[in-house]
RNA sequence: GCUCCCUUCGUCUAUCGGUCAGGACACCAGAUUUUCAAUCUGGUAAGACGGGUUCGAUUCCCGUAGGGAGCGCCA
């Protein structure tokens, strides 16, 4: 038998922007798609038409593009597809899998209601599988509802939750076409994924119960399954369900704090999914690597430490010009960078640049990377620290002093030279190096700490240095 | 309430019956150092509980406890 070409898909419904969750299923999805020269599409599930934003879709879309998972294709729209939805429900009408149910929607409520005053679950009791269309009552537009076998079991052999069995007397006819004749979700992703070819089902636990009521329709309609996964849930640092307290938020949102996309796919592919004792992988590496056995069942919390970790590795590991990229898109969006983005010009993206060896050494995320580049764009006489001002003492000032004539005497400014003379200086008037740098480094920088105070001394080039040295000198 | 799933260091995880239970983050100590980082070295730290099965269980089975998900004319 030929092997059949693996497609996989991310199906997102566009109420909101693409949360954490979502953005690992996508991952997986891209991962396993990409592993096995398949393909990824996208479904907007946007049947509901009420809670259905355009601004959500261009979220998502936005998002995957930053976290540099491409799909092939165009984007399906679900809600375009209800025709076609239609005519599937309308063939389990003709072949006896689905049936009319005239229940209204206070009738099902008080359906619900009784069976939870009776301790059984609420589920719809199956009152019009067998009645004949006569008994319809006038004006009533019916929905169709799935019928579903009362005996035996659905089994659904999942590549991550292994084999799992529904007894089929605990599933009940679930609507498949509303009253109004639009598609509910479940008929519409067994349509659209048999329509799309799906292979593989990979998503949320969540949608666990889901699978053996789609098993059920496309048993109906005589489909294939895809095979499913289902993937463990990401919970919140507390071990409860991911809300907007914790991690919950859009994937822009982790952009705007100064986040890498490979540092964010790095963490995600790791929450649930292992390889040994690997821990950093590269975008071919997860590919090459990323398979549904070694995806494990339990939920996993979402640790800010450990991205935060693996964000500092990948900015160290960066190159200048795509960190410099990766900041400007990034500028606007913190609030706390926000004032810089505004007078970011060539002269700044110079100075960056120059410093970046530097910065990129210490910092986690792109937002405290600007941070401590601070004394780069701050304009004379800087801000000084209210815990750097104890180093400029009178023994600090002086120590500043009998620099200036030592730093006028540099001819070819630039970080050799500079330390070369700066270390002179220190042996012959007998100091230790950190007795001069410190208080330089808060006349320079206005901190206790920053990047080397050599590279600080030549990114700021000689007149700007005594400058802010002479701003010092002259308060004292 | 019913159905399904889960449970190894604080966190993410390795182990697929026999290991000093390994790695990573975090934490602590030391080295290095012009500060802070980075880096290097070392350290603290785990099989929820109770029964089985077995020569031997973290690993297989049952139960208990705890946690999670689902049970819409939402997706």
């Not at 996208?42 to 936005?62: F, W």
Request: proline share 5%.
């Amino acid at each position: 038998m030929a092997k059949m070409k693996v497609v996989t898909r991310f199906a997102p419904s566009p109420t909101g922007f693409l949360h954490i969750g979502g953005a690992r299923t996508a991952l997986f999805n891209w991962l396993y798609a990409k592993g096995r020269g398949g393909s990824f599409l996208l479904r907007i599930e946007d049947t509901d038409r009420e809670r259905s934003t355009e601004p959500a879709v261009e979220a998502i879309l936005d998002g995957l593009k930053w976290l540099g998972l491409d799909w092939d294709g165009e984007p399906v729209r679900q809600a375009t597809r209800a025709a076609r939805h239609r005519e599937a429900a309308e063939a389990l009408l003709a072949n006896g899998r689905a049936y009319h149910c005239y229940c209204s929607p206070a009738e099902l409520d008080a359906m619900r209601a009784g069976a939870e005053a009776e301790g059984r679950p609420p589920i719809y009791d199956g009152s019009w599988r067998d009645r004949p269309a006569s008994d319809a009552p006038k004006g009533v537009e019916p929905v169709i509802r799935l019928k579903t076998p009362r005996a035996g079991e659905t089994v659904v052999d999942d590549a991550v939750q292994g084999r799992v069995v529904f007894q089929n007397k605990d599933l009940d006819d679930l609507i498949i076409l509303r009253s109004d004749g639009t598609p509910t979700y479940n008929l519409a992703v067994v349509v659209d994924d048999h329509d799309m070819d799906v292979t593989h089902v990979i998503r949320g636990v969540d949608h666990l119960t889901n699978a053996a009521r789609q098993s059920q329709i496309a048993i109906g309609l005589d489909w294939e399954r895809p095979i499913f996964a289902h993937v463990p849930l990401i919970h919140g640092p507390d071990g409860a369900k991911l809300s907007k307290r914790h991690g919950a938020l859009g994937v822009d949102a982790y952009r705007a704090m100064g986040y890498l996309p490979q540092a964010l796919r790095n963490y995600l592919v790791r929450l649930g999914w292992s390889h040994g004792d690997d821990e950093i992988f590269s975008t071919a590496r997860m590919i090459e690597w990323f398979d549904l056995p070694q995806v494990g069942r339990s939920a996993a919390r979402f640790d800010f430490a450990k991205l935060e970790a693996l964000n500092g590795h990948y900015i160290r590991e960066a190159d200048d010009h795509d960190l410099l990229r990766h900041i400007e898109v990034m500028l606007p969006e913190s609030e706390a960078t926000r004032p810089l983005a505004a007078r970011f010009g060539a002269a700044e993206r110079a100075r960056l640049l120059a410093a970046m060896p530097g910065l990129k050494e210490r910092a986690k995320t792109l937002v405290e990377l600007i941070d401590n580049a601070g004394y780069l764009f701050a304009s004379r006489p800087l801000q000084i620290d209210t815990g750097a001002q104890k180093l400029l003492s009178p023994e600090g000032l002086a120590v500043l002093a009998a620099l200036v004539p030592v730093l006028q005497r540099i001819g070819q400014w630039d970080t050799t030279a500079i330390e070369a003379a700066v270390k002179a200086h220190a042996e012959v008037a007998g100091q230790k190096l950190g007795k001069i740098a410190q208080p330089l480094r808060v006349a320079l920088t206005g901190r206790t700490t920053s990047p080397g105070i050599f590279d600080v001394l030549a990114v700021l080039g000689k007149d700007e240095c005594l400058g802010r040295i002479d701003d010092r000198l002259g308060q004292g």
